[in-house]
């Protein structure tokens, strides 16, 4: 290679390099001479550089090609060049030249067989003057974003921005484009226009090859996976406001289904499956969740908190984690600090919150309900009826407070304020950065009673130590107090739609009294709730920490030591006060006696205190190495001992208190006073290893395994291996997609693999005899044999298998990412197969009542799950709005591969077969309405003595009768395929995302209050007005009744597919609208940013699904659960 | 060379902290006893024992009003439902003839508790041997448990025929789960051989808690006569009535089922026995604030009034004032309308939707019921000795007609302060007296969860059931089959699971 230079430097090699300077040209004119002879010379090359200078790249194809190259201006022409990332075969020179330059602003040309590199010339600039730019740099949310490169288009300019996120650039004319771009963001350009001041907002990747991605015991990049990993960032999560980061999570991650099973606050029951339903055990279903490297509770942290989340699918990314991955990882990193200066944000929200959905038009009109009543009591056969004179009461009311209409569903819900307040304090130097995050949220509930109010402090620490040692790790504290009522939000639920129009849940006289009831010669409803939710209320305190410290020991070049320890501390206390409260009649008078004291489950108090203690750490051993430029390997080794213990601490007065006002235990009478007590601990042991390597980023191949040993199980089933391995093709490095200009990334990956499942309670192994000194959940082994004291028993109730070993989960998984278009669409595609086998049941479905034992856990049975899951983007920029759309698609299919005889429940109408989707439905047939006498006698004979507007069954065997050996196999357990759509557009200095989130297939069966009429008395929904009689012959609903009374009941209540409905929904989940204060002006308020918002969550749910909510976790057959919550809510961001 | 000591002390420390525990993942339940650390003394024995007795009082001990227990313990009554002696809303299936092997409550916990029961004592007959306990104090436990699991036998057997019978601890070997159902006759023989073994080998004593002779004798009588077997069934409650351990309680009949009135009294042979708090029944609150178990006219009516007549006959009957003039066993076992109840209002029986008119009384003190979930603590009683006096008669009337000891027997029972009934006529048939001791039997010992299994005996189940019209409205109807009731459904589902061809379904289901 020469360097001719123009000018060559008068150093002191000056006079050498002239001399050779002066060869040169002599040699040049040599070789044009000869230019002929060496076209013919001419070679191919083969190029294969990762972030080469170009000086080595060119040096590359001289030696290759056999052609000299000469570069005009020598080394400072070089000097503004970009690494150059080359994969060519066998190509023309010219092409491998092409290649190199491309965003270099340098030019070729071949003369005479040389090559000829020189700076590009100046566009025709000469006319006009340049001029300076400013600018600010921001992402979405309006944060400046710091060391971002602005390059002017086609030169060599180009300079970063500062810590506030401007930069300054010399632009040669007003026509220049800048090209912005930054990691983890789409590259734009931008042009000036003429503008001297610009704020360019930049718009997250949504597949950057070179995001780093966290995966089990390490970190990788993207572009290098190999395995089913979905990840999301915590800025894409808090565009949303939830108070549980797993709420958060709903759409977010394609494989990954978040179900939330009511709106209840602190108590959402959000259930998170990855790929379905993997197994019947009573190990579970949910996946394991890892936080900043140790095991951890999601929902402790504040979202604010959260850098990213990163889901591990298939075998291979999640079978390091061995034991615990059967469902798949979660993998959580909270926010580190970024070094610099103190960066203070506070963040504020205010959610409007009602209910979603609440049972439609229940009949609350007292006259109307009583005389359907009475309908219904004729019907049902039913004795009790209100008499006219009840009746005409409420007709004429003398006093309207006497005789109301009361709507129950007025008295439990109410439309609250949900507050959340978030500070975050970052920075760092000289190598040490900290992040702290202080966090409350208060959150009442609409259900009145109930409540959720969570402190949280999360603290960052990252040290690097010397040239060789870093430290630091991360505490979360976290502590909630939550209110509730001892049965449940669906009992109290219930117990409102138990109580009937003719009265409120106050004596009407101003006595404060509770009611009972009104006509309890008729009915006497259920609990008062709203005497519950102002009396007996109970109190849960959780205190949590969980903690992870690293320290990471760099041995050698590429050989690094860490180990992570920390310990999860969970201290949860629960107050279950019982106090005696009277219940009056309606119309009871001054000094009446009380009709019941109000159930509350008892009497007296019951505190219980739950903590468990749970030490994990680890240490391992990573290496990394490159070899011949084009073969790197990594290997990673490693050693984790965990240990859990937990105990619980109970005491109990169970008479009733002197005072209600004191609600400790020593307030209350002695002669009940009980206490309970016990230990749970388990351990795993773990080994665990991986080895990555890939040839030239082309071809990948990963490969996994873990030797786990629990306690759980017998010594000699204890060890377990679960291996994975991947691979992995990016077909866009082959050398015949070099000339495919369109295609930017395609991967191809495989894997397959194993992972298991220990999470069976205990000591299932052993044989052991259970105490059981007091009544707990009704049994007791104690015996009072004298009558003045009591004798504490044991029994041996449940057989024990010593045989168990553990349940596996092979997962097969093709897929592939797709990015086009100039990264500005991603596609990513994933096929699974999941086959769970040895599956570890209690095998009550194989132990005979005779035994007078319970079923003892043993491996039993198979379950597949097939699915796809696709995840597709689209960023554009289009004039001042730039747009990112982003969909996701999962789908998948629940099989029982292997189970045995089949087994039906009753109470969910469900059954276990063979080749069925695992609890499918399982029920009559509902075929109509019986509108005459001939039809009843015509069709096969009925269960019940069926007559004109009872429900029609149909008789699936065809023997003539109906009856429960014609229930069917009904689909619909579990929804066809979950879906999303994300849309965010900016414009300016505004953004508006709006979110859908959908589910297509489920069906729910519903029943009970709410949906059947008078169930223990509930209001039914007004459509029953309109229910069957002889001469409004409805097809759609049977004579009115009262459940659990007569044949029509029975006939009705009879499970059938008249009660399975269709849950299929498209809910617009969240939209939001915000607008980032320019800097110029953000400053004269002393903030360095400032964002507002107005959001909305919930606000529309597309379905045909009848009244409530459909999203929800099937927990039993009622109709009712506590509604979702519909949130308009307002923000605020700051940042100083 | 800092850095390297560093280094090799961290690497030390590392070493150290994974190799550290050895024995970590050997973990033992803290808070059970493990079996290999049990059976070592005579205080396991005692808590094996305790175990096997908490199963007389199980299940029925729930604080709220749900249905939970009812058939055991203090809620033993609910048996009576079935009868027409009582209505129970929850078991109006079983009660109107269309019980099936899903139809549940106590058709699968009858199944379910006397097995649990069962194998605690396999369990215990199985181990007990290996403590070293003298041999005097190893047969008394022995028979002690031997008579529970004849108890539990006796009620299986009764209510389905055949019935699997193991008398060996259930092991995970495959084998157990083959069995298939015993011919009755020899279930009966088992329950005949614990009983006399349990029978001479228990103490001769008035009844402590403990079982003694006396309730295994008792017991013994049941089984004959529940066999048609009169002469041991009156020889064998002859020899209760001759070794002269119990009698008739004379602190009045209610008192019997309350709690001052039970601790040492001569007359109860056995019982659940109850403690607050730790062990309780909600049987006050439960019969007082819900509908559920609700006694039937038919029963009220068939009280006589106080003259020895039925209230057809008697003048002292006055249809105003019903329960006056009655036999005082009526108003200390039934609720009726108008006595003071929840502590001092009166009892209206449409306030709690109490169609049938009644709430029970015996071993329910529904004053003390003030509020909801109130505990209480009054012994079941299982067995008393006017249950013994009454058999004796019933099978002595059978052997020899209404002889002497036949007036005495019953007499007794009549003659007691609290009861204070006159003697029955002198001079009655077999036939008659046979009548006039049902009759006795089912005042006496109304309520008290007998009903059913005498209608059984008597083979009146299927002629009395299906005359009942419950307060709903529907008649009842007894078909035959369910003279023996259908194993719960699981069971055979499990059977056909597991391969078990030989266990089948009680004919007729």
């Known amino acids: ?1136 | 060379m800092k850095k390297i000591f560093t280094i090799s002390s961290f690497v030390i420390a590392a070493i150290l902290f994974v190799a550290c525990n050895k024995n970590m993942l050997d973990q033992n339940p803290p808070s059970d006893i493990g079996s290999s650390v049990f059976w070592k003394n005579q205080n396991d024995a005692d808590l094996a024992l305790a175990g096997i007795y908490s199963y007389f009082i199980q299940g029925f001990n729930y604080t709220s009003s749900g249905n939970t227990g009812q058939g055991f313990g203090a809620g033993t009554s609910y048996w009576e439902s079935l009868t027409d002696n009582a209505y129970s809303g929850a078991y109006s299936n079983i009660a109107q003839g269309s019980i099936t092997p899903t139809v549940g409550g106590l058709q699968t916990d009858a199944y379910t508790t006397s097995y649990r029961a069962i194998q605690a004592c396999n369990t215990f007959l199985n181990n007990v041997g290996k403590i070293g306990l003298s041999a005097n104090s190893l047969t008394q436990y022995q028979a002690e448990v031997r008579f529970v699991r004849a108890y539990w036998y006796f009620l299986l057997t009764q209510l389905y025929g055949d019935v699997v019978l193991t008398t060996q601890q259930i092991t995970i070997d495959p084998a157990n789960s083959k069995l298939g159902r015993t011919p009755k006759a020899v279930v009966i023989d088992t329950i005949l051989s614990d009983l006399s073994f349990a029978a001479s080998k228990l103490p001769n004593t008035a009844y402590n808690g403990h079982a003694v002779r006396g309730t295994a004798l008792g017991y013994m009588t049941k089984v004959y006569l529940a066999q048609h077997d009169y002469q041991r069934a009156a020889a064998t409650a002859n020899t209760i009535i001759s070794e002269g351990k119990f009698s008739l309680y004379t602190g009045g009949y209610r008192n019997l089922f309350l709690k001052p009135g039970q601790n040492n009294n001569p007359e109860i042979m056995f019982s659940g026995r109850y403690q607050v708090p730790t062990a309780y029944s909600p049987a006050d609150y439960l019969y007082t604030y819900s509908s559920s178990f609700q006694p039937l006219a038919y029963l009220v009516n068939d009280y006589e009034c106080k003259d020895g007549k039925p209230i057809t006959t008697s003048p002292l009957y006055n249809p105003a004032t019903p329960y006056a003039n009655r036999d005082p066993r009526l108003l200390a076992s039934v609720l009726t309308p108008g006595v003071l109840y929840k502590g001092g209002i009166p009892f209206v029986p449409a306030a709690i939707g109490a169609t049938a008119g009644f709430l029970n009384k015996k071993g329910v003190d529904s004053t003390r019921a003030t509020v909801i979930g109130t505990q209480s603590d009054q012994d079941w009683v299982y067995l008393r000795y006017a249950d013994v006096l009454l058999m004796y008669a019933e099978a002595q009337n059978e052997i020899a007609g209404p002889d002497a000891s036949v007036y005495k027997a019953i007499n007794d029972i009549r003659a007691r302060p609290s009861v204070n009934m006159p003697p029955l006529p002198a001079n009655l048939s077999q036939a008659d007296m046979r009548e006039k001791i049902r009759h006795e039997r089912r005042i006496e010992l109304a309520l008290e969860g007998q009903r059913y299994f005498d209608l059984k005996r008597w083979r009146l189940d299927r002629v009395i059931i299906p005359t009942i019209k419950d307060p709903n409205a529907a008649q009842r109807t007894f078909p035959l089959r369910d003279t023996l009731w259908p194993v719960p459904q699981t069971e055979i589902d499990i059977a056909r699971a597991v391969g078990n061809t030989a266990f089948k379904q009680t004919p007729g289901y």
């Open chain 1, 1 to 1136: 290679m020469y360097f001719l230079t123009k000018s060559a430097p008068v150093r002191k090699q000056g006079v050498a390099k002239l001399l050779l300077a002066m060869k040169l040209t002599v040699a040049l004119i040599t070789v044009a001479l000869t230019h002929v002879a060496a076209k013919s010379l001419s070679q191919t090359v083969t190029l294969h550089e990762k972030r080469a200078s170009v000086q080595k790249v060119l040096s590359s194809i001289e030696k290759q090609s056999g052609m000299p190259l000469i570069i005009v201006n020598g080394h400072s022409v070089l000097s503004n060049t970009e690494p150059v990332t080359l994969d060519v075969d066998g190509v023309k020179p010219e092409i491998a030249l092409n290649k190199c330059l491309q965003s270099q602003p340098l030019t070729y040309s071949i003369i005479a067989g040389t090559i000829v590199i020189k700076r590009k010339e100046p566009a025709t600039a000469e006319a006009q003057p340049p001029m300076d730019v400013r600018g600010k740099v921001v992402d979405a949310k309006g944060e400046p974003l710091i060391g971002v490169n602005v390059r002017v288009k086609g030169t060599s300019l180009g300079t970063v921005t500062d810590v506030n996120g401007n930069f300054k650039i010399r632009v040669p004319n007003d026509q220049a484009i800048l090209t912005v771009s930054y990691v983890g963001f789409t590259s734009q350009e931008v042009a000036v226009k003429g503008k001297a001041d610009l704020t360019i907002t930049m718009v997250v990747s949504a597949s950057n090859l070179n995001e780093v991605v966290v995966v089990g015991y390490g970190t990788q990049r993207k572009a290098d996976l190999t395995g089913a990993v979905a990840t999301v960032s915590g800025s894409d999560l808090n565009k949303r406001v939830a108070t549980d980061p797993a709420q958060l999570l709903q759409g977010k991650l394609p494989g990954l289904s978040v179900v939330q099973s009511s709106g209840e606050a602190g108590n959402e029951g959000i259930s998170l499956r990855i790929r379905g339903t993997g197994t019947f055990s009573s190990a579970g279903n949910s996946p394991f969740v890892i936080i900043d490297g140790l095991p951890g509770n999601l929902s402790a942290l504040d979202p604010q908190n959260i850098e990213s989340v990163t889901v591990l699918k298939d075998a291979a990314s999640a079978s390091i984690y061995g034991t615990r991955a059967a469902n798949g990882v979660i993998l959580v990193t909270t926010k580190k600090g970024k070094e610099g200066k103190v960066e203070l944000s506070y963040d504020y929200n205010i959610g409007v919150t009602s209910p979603t959905a609440l049972p439609q038009n229940l009949i609350y009109n007292s006259v109307q309900y009583m005389e359907l009543w009475n309908q219904a009591a004729t019907n049902s056969n039913y004795p009790n009826k209100f008499t006219q004179a009840q009746i005409d009461l409420y007709r004429n009311p003398s006093n309207k407070d006497l005789y109301p209409n009361y709507n129950w569903l007025d008295a439990i819900f109410s439309t609250v304020a949900v507050q959340t307040h978030h500070l975050g304090i970052t920075g760092g130097s000289n190598g040490t950065t900290y992040n702290v995050g202080l966090g409350y949220v208060d959150q009442p509930d609409i259900m009145v009673g109930y409540s959720y109010k969570k402190y949280n402090i999360q603290l960052d620490l990252n040290s690097k130590v010397n040239k060789w040692a870093t430290f630091g790790g991360s505490v979360t504290l976290n502590s909630g107090e939550r209110h509730y009522t001892s049965r449940g939000s669906q009992d109290q639920f219930l117990s409102t739609l138990s109580q009937s129009p003719m009265y409120g849940p106050v004596l009407p006289d101003g006595s404060g009294r509770y009611v009972n009831s009104v006509f309890p010669s008729v009915q006497t409803p259920n609990k008062n709730p709203i005497a519950i939710a102002r009396n007996a209320v109970n109190k849960q305190n959780d205190y949590f920490i969980q903690s992870s410290f690293f320290l990471n020991i760099n041995l050698a070049k590429g050989l690094d030591w860490r180990t992570n320890g920390g310990f999860n501390f969970d201290f949860n206390k629960t107050y279950d006060f019982k106090p005696v409260i009277y219940q009056y009649n309606w119309f009871a008078k001054p000094g009446d006696a009380p009709e019941r004291s109000l159930d509350v489950n008892g009497q007296g108090i019951d505190v219980t205190d739950n903590n468990s203690f749970y030490p994990v750490a680890f240490t391992q051993l990573t290496y990394n190495t490159s070899f011949h430029n084009s073969h790197n390997l990594k290997l990673l080794a490693g050693t984790q001992v965990e240990y859990n213990k937990s105990q619980s601490l109970e005491g109990i007065r169970n008479l009733p208190f002197a005072t209600n006002d004191l609600q400790e235990l020593n307030a209350g009478p002695v002669a009940s006073q009980l206490n309970n007590g016990t230990t749970n601990i388990y351990a795993l042991r773990s080994y665990y290893g991986r080895l990555n390597y890939d040839y030239r980023e082309k071809y990948l191949l990963e490969a996994n395994a873990r030797y786990d040993a629990s306690s759980r199980f017998p010594e000699n089933n204890r060890w377990a291996f679960f291996p994975s391995v991947s691979l992995g093709w990016v077909v866009t490095k082959e050398r015949f997609l070099n000339n495919v200009n369109w295609l930017d990334n395609l991967k191809l990956r495989g894997s397959i693999g194993n992972l298991g499942n220990q999470n069976i309670g205990n000591y299932p192994y052993q044989e052991t005899y259970n105490f059981r000194s007091y009544y707990n959940g009704n049994t007791s082994y104690a015996y009072p044999f004298t009558g003045t004291t009591v004798t504490s028993g044991v029994v041996n109730n449940a057989l024990s298998n010593p045989n168990i070993k553990w349940e596996t989960t092979r997962v097969f998984d093709l897929g592939t990412d797709i990015s086009l278009a100039n990264n500005r669409v991603n596609l990513s595609f994933d096929w699974y197969d999941k086959l769970t086998s040895d599956i570890l049941e209690t095998a009550t479905p194989l132990t005979p009542l005779y035994y007078g034992l319970s079923a003892p856990v043993i491996n039993y049975g198979k379950m597949r799950n097939r699915g796809i899951e696709i995840d597709a983007g689209y960023n554009q920029r289009i004039g001042a709005v730039s747009l990112s759309l982003r969909g996701t698609l999962q789908a998948n299919q629940n099989k029982l591969v292997s189970y045995g005889a089949p087994a039906i429940s009753t109470s969910t109408n469900t059954i276990n077969q063979e080749g069925q989707p695992y609890g499918s439905f399982y029920m009559l047939k509902y075929l109509g309405i019986f509108q005459n006498a001939a039809e009843v006698t015509a069709s096969p004979s009925q269960q019940y003595n069926p007559q004109p507007g009872y429900m029609k069954f149909a008789d699936t065997n065809g023997d003539g009768k109906v009856d429960d050996n014609d229930r069917v196999i009904v689909p619909g357990a579990y929804p066809k395929f979950d879906y999303s759509f994300n849309t965010t557009a900016t414009w300016k200095d505004f953004d508006l995302t709006v979110f859908f989130y959908g589910s297509q297939g489920q069906k729910l069966y519903v029943s009970g209050w709410g949906i059947q009429p008078f169930n223990q008395g509930s209001p039914p929904p007004a459509e029953w007005m309109n229910a069957w009689t002889p001469s409004n012959p409805s097809t759609t609903l049977p004579m009115v009744y009262i459940l659990g009374q007569g044949n029509i009941s029975s006939n009705a209540n009879t499970a059938s597919t008249y009660y399975l409905k269709d849950a299929s929904f498209l809910k617009l989940k969240n939209v939001q609208v915000g607008y980032n204060l320019p800097q110029r002006f953000a400053k004269y308020v002393f903030m360095s940013a400032l964002r507002i918002y107005f959001a909305g969550d919930n606000l529309h749910t597309f379905t045909s699904f009848p009244g409530l909510d459909p999203e929800r976790v099937a927990s039993n057959t009622r109709y009712v659960a506590h509604p979702q919550n519909r949130v308009y809510s307002f923000g605020i961001r700051a940042t100083f």
